[in-house]
């Protein structure tokens, strides 16, 4: 018999690998004579690079690079098990975490970290990269992510801006000059995963939707927008096309944008994008169950996240999957009708929620050995 898990993380507890660990263990506790496959699970979010990485027996890299705020920082990326597909979280290099509360502010905050780890795997050889774009402290439309990459901007006095580009700075761009990028780009196939259809400019993107939560005033807001117009105008006259009413252009502060531009980046759904780089639809043929999970379950999962993923790759197979949740909120019902055969809470009893992430391991350990006993009498 095989059984797949595919769990997401369970955020601010257990990583996806370790979800697949707990509940492998539950699952041996009946029966060992089992074909297990284990894929951990992602939606082109947080965990994105630890999941690919353990799913395709990959590796990590570490490197050295800018952070948001411009100082020296380490971060980390995944090389798929292929060799040749690199993945990148740009929260690692330029994400909201790495800023202190007292100092986010998005005028000032730069994203050269992250087209450092795009460079970096353009060395290492890679010929893919799948970036994922949540959780930026920025609102510089991949500015500093173009220059780290070649790309060179200059001031209207005709001096180049040397400077890591931020939101402020993106002010002071009259020209962009492109022949210095990195030429090893033409050859790349750069694809971002990116669930959210914010266009760049208006009351929906980059600046009025996500910059409060990045540290940005009421006043800095017709500020940045201002200034994001401007650069916008300039980088699609450079390149001769229009992006800004892209869906998604306005993610990661513009990032989505400047991929597009700077980096003929292709903008798709995250989980899917996590499930064509992990071959999922063939590691599950001829699976028995799928057992899948998340934190908390509620309404937005049926939207994109990994568990609607998961179930509509089941249901074109034929394959049962059943649901463990840190929590169960409202509106689940619709994971009912995607086709979701069950769901379960892996709390045993009243508890807190630090209890709940403290016990995950043995929580999800023990509901699915529960699970696993029900399906053997079916």
């Known amino acids: 018999m095989k059984i797949v898990l595919a769990p997401d993380s369970f955020k601010e507890s257990l990583s996806a690998a370790d979800v697949c660990k707990a509940m492998q263990i539950g699952i041996e506790r ?4 089992l074909q297990i496959e284990s894929i951990p699970m992602a939606d082109g979010g947080e965990g994105t690079v630890q999941a690919l990485v353990a799913s395709t027996d990959g590796e990590f890299i570490d490197e050295e690079v800018v952070g948001p705020l411009g100082g020296i920082i380490k971060a980390q990326y995944g090389i798929l ?6 993945v990148i979280e740009m929260a690692e290099a330029s994400g909201l975490q790495l800023v202190p ?3 986010r502010n998005p005028l000032k905050t730069t994203t050269y970290g992250t087209g450092q780890l795009m460079l970096s795997a353009l060395e290492k050889g890679c010929r893919k990269i799948i970036m994922g774009i949540g959780g930026s402290a920025t609102t510089d439309c991949g500015a500093g992510m173009a220059q780290a990459l070649g790309t060179m901007f200059y001031n209207d006095e005709g001096s180049e801006i040397k400077t890591h580009m931020t ?9 962009i000059d492109l022949k210095g990028r990195d030429g090893r780009l033409k050859q790349a196939e750069i694809t971002v995963a990116c669930d959210v259809d914010n266009p760049l400019l208006g009351p929906r993107g980059a600046v009025m939707i996500y910059s409060p939560q990045k540290g940005a005033t009421p006043d800095q807001l017709e500020i940045l927008e201002n200034y994001m117009i401007h650069f916008i105008e300039i980088a699609e006259k450079t390149i001769s096309r229009e992006i800004r009413g892209i869906p998604g252009t306005g993610a990661a502060g513009g990032l989505g944008a400047g991929l597009i531009a700077f980096a003929d980046a ?4 995250g989980v899917k994008l996590v499930m064509e780089a992990c071959n999922f639809s063939d590691r599950i043929r001829n699976a028995s169950l799928i057992l899948s999970g998340e934190g908390r379950v509620d309404v937005q999962t049926a939207y994109g996240k990994t568990i609607s993923g998961v179930t509509r790759a089941a249901k074109k197979q034929d394959i049962p999957v059943v ?23 892996i709390c045993s009893g009243p508890m807190s ?3 709940a992430k403290q ?19 079916m």
């Open 30 to 33: 009946v029966s060992k004579d």
């Open 81 to 86: 098990g292929d060799g040749e597909t690199a």
């Open 101 to 103: 509360l007292s100092a």
């Open 167 to 175: 939101g402020e700075l993106m002010r002071q761009v009259a020209s």
């Open 266 to 269: 292709r903008l798709r759904p």
């Open 323 to 345: 649901v463990l949740g840190g929590s169960i909120g409202e509106g689940v019902e619709n994971l009912y009708e995607l086709g979701v055969n069950s769901l379960f809470s």
């Open 353 to 355: 929620l630090e209890e």
């Open 359 to 377: 016990q995950a391991f043995e929580l999800i350990a023990d509901s699915s050995e529960r699970i696993f006993r029900l399906f053997t009498i």
